[in-house]
T-cell receptor, first 115, second 111 residues
Framework: NAGVTQTPKFQVLKTGQSMTLQCAQDMNHEYMSWYRQDPGMGLRLIHYSVGAGITDQGEVPNGYNVSRSTTEDFPLRLLSAAPSQTSVYFC??????????????FGPGTRLTVL | SQQGEEDPQALSIQEGENATMNCSYKTSINNLQWYRQNSGRGLVHLILIRSNEREKHSGRLRVTLDTSKKSSSLLITASRAADTASYFCATAPSGTYKYIFGTGTRLKVLA
């Protein structure tokens, strides 16, 4: 199993550009999530999904969109990039059981710089 | 604001010593999890303790949970240089999937 994969590893954008960060998992996990991590900080939840067709907002959703058309994929779209979105982005997945948060498996991250 | 807050923010110890880090949270939870992160890489799950458990062991790791105080501690015994990393606690309010991570404890183990 490849686990959780993310592409690209690095990306530089100009202010106002849009892009999609890709995330895929091959563990048949229902739950998937996106976090951002700023220097010296913990992770903050952007959006999450408990299954195909179901998404919800996390702590910092503004400026980001997600969709979940398949169990495997959970892309994160930046609509109009801003310097404040410079960060490292992590995707994670876990099996979902009766509304209980469980162990998450993380991807290697995407380092995004917005100029 | 962050639900999980770890302390200390940074900890430096000699190889072979024990390392203890603490986490506090604010709401009722189903479980609390600890993760390790090496040098900006993805997080790795270490241990999960459920709200009806008070203590859990995994190898050199010992986790305690006090739901009355809304706090948890992670003890790493006989530390090694390879334990150098940042450690985060994570919780989600009961009945939700909205994980909240603390700001982490940076552990440095000196050889």
């Amino acid at each position: 199993n490849a686990g959780v994969t993310q592409t690209p590893k690095f990306q530089v954008l100009k202010t106002g550009q849009s892009m999609t960060l890709q995330c895929a998992q091959d563990m048949n996990h229902e739950y998937m999530s996106w976090y951002r991590q700023d220097p010296g900080m913990g992770l903050r939840l952007i959006h999450y999904s408990v299954g195909a067709g179901i998404t919800d907002q996390g702590e910092v959703p503004n400026g980001y969109n997600v969709s979940r058309s398949t169990t495997e994929d959970f892309p994160l779209r930046l609509l109009s990039a801003a310097p404040s979105q410079t960060s490292v982005y992590f995707c994670a997945s876990s099996y979902s059981a009766s509304g209980r948060a469980n162990e998450q498996f993380f991807g290697p991250g995407t380092r995004l710089t917005v100029l | 604001s962050q639900q999980g807050e770890e302390d200390p923010q940074a900890l430096s110890i000699q190889e072979g010593e024990n390392a203890t880090m603490n986490c506090s949270y604010k709401t009722s939870i189903n479980n609390l999890q600890w993760y390790r992160q090496n040098s900006g890489r993805g997080l790795v799950h270490l241990i999960l303790i459920r709200s009806n458990e008070r203590e859990k062991h995994s190898g050199r790791l010992r986790v305690t949970l006090d739901t009355s105080k809304k706090s948890s501690s992670l003890l790493i015994t006989a530390s090694r240089a390879a334990d150098t990393a940042s450690y985060f606690c994570a919780t989600a309010p009961s009945g939700t999937y909205k994980y909240i991570f603390g700001t982490g404890t940076r552990l440095k183990v000196l050889a």
